[in-house]
């Protein structure tokens, strides 16, 4: 009876190994990483140089040298002009003289304009001749400081329609600071102008469309 009892468990014990076998044991060290191609993983560490330079990963070697924008001599000679517009406005500002005008670029003769009413103060013209080593510096005697300029282009600026019987768009001073620009808002509007806005200072008038721009404006606010 022990005999045919260990000869059942014998076979079961085949019959089971036949189906381990027939069906596969997942190994519980088995992992999903997918097997180097070549069975094995690599272990030789590749070493790691100085990273390229550009000149190394352009492609057909290095690019031709492109111009520098401030090295062209028009951007240098305005630069030049800037700096000397720059400190005098600085100037003016600290110390507040009053009979200062206005600034204007003469670009094409790399020239800066200094418009001022009277003689120039001894600080003022110190830094004139300071700059003149960099760049030409004319000084014009202007009728009119920037603040007598402003303020007649505010009053002429706050004059309305029934005061003079034009629409005005907008007030400025003249390139040169000799007067004031009053534009209207049609070319029949500017005899009327003409008879009915007066000033001590030029008047100088042309048509603008659109709506009033409340401006006050200088030459030298196209330099900012």
Same mark, same amino acid.
């Given at each position: 009876?022990?005999?045919?009892?260990?000869?059942?468990? &014998?076979?079961? %014990?085949?019959?089971?190994?036949?189906? +381990?076998? #027939?069906?596969?044991?997942?190994? /519980? $060290?088995? !992992?999903d *990483?997918?097997?180097?191609?070549?069975?094995?993983?690599?272990?030789?560490?590749?070493?790691?140089?100085?990273?390229?330079?550009?000149?190394?990963?352009?492609?057909?070697g290095p690019?031709?040298?492109?111009p520098?924008?401030?090295?062209d001599p028009?951007?240098?000679?305005?630069?030049?002009?800037?700096?000397?517009?720059?400190?005098i406005?600085?100037?003016?500002?600290?110390d507040?003289?009053?009979?200062? &005008?206005?600034? %204007?670029?003469?670009?094409?003769?790399? +020239?800066? #304009?200094?418009y001022?009413?009277? /003689? $120039?103060? !001894?600080? *003022?013209?110190?830094?004139?001749?300071?700059?003149?080593?960099?760049?030409?510096?004319?000084?014009?005697?202007?009728?009119?400081?920037?603040?007598?300029?402003?303020?007649?282009?505010?009053?002429?600026?706050?004059?309305?329609?029934?005061?003079?019987?034009?629409?005005?768009?907008?007030?400025?001073s003249?390139?040169?600071?000799?007067?004031?620009?009053?534009?209207?808002?049609?070319?029949?509007?500017?005899?009327?102008?003409r008879?009915?806005?007066?000033?001590?200072?030029?008047?100088?008038?042309?048509?603008?469309?659109?709506?009033?721009i409340?401006?006050?404006?200088?030459p030298?606010?196209?330099?900012?």
């Amino acid at each position: 009876m022990s005999q045919r009892r260990s000869g059942w468990v &014998t076979m079961l %014990a085949l019959a089971v190994l036949f189906l +381990v076998a #027939a069906c596969g044991v997942a190994d /519980p $060290l088995a !992992t999903d *990483v997918e097997p180097h191609a070549a069975g094995l993983l690599e272990t030789t560490e590749t070493p790691v140089g100085d990273p390229p330079t550009v000149t190394a990963t352009l492609e057909g070697g290095p690019k031709p040298d492109r111009p520098d924008p401030f090295q062209d001599p028009r951007m240098v000679g305005q630069q030049s002009l800037d700096f000397a517009k720059r400190s005098i406005q600085g100037l003016v500002r600290d110390d507040g003289y009053n009979d200062f &005008t206005g600034i %204007a670029f003469d670009n094409e003769n790399h +020239v800066v #304009a200094l418009y001022w009413k009277g /003689p $120039l103060p !001894t600080p *003022v013209s110190a830094l004139v001749e300071r700059l003149r080593a960099e760049v030409a510096i004319d000084v014009v005697d202007s009728p009119y400081s920037r603040q007598e300029l402003v303020q007649e282009i505010k009053r002429i600026a706050a004059l309305d329609l029934v005061d003079v019987g034009v629409t005005i768009r907008y007030t400025a001073s003249l390139r040169d600071f000799s007067g004031v620009k009053v534009a209207v808002a049609s070319a029949d509007q500017i005899p009327r102008a003409r008879e009915a806005i007066k000033s001590s200072m030029k008047l100088e008038f042309s048509v603008s469309s659109g709506e009033f721009i409340p401006l006050v404006w200088t030459p030298e606010d196209d330099e900012e």
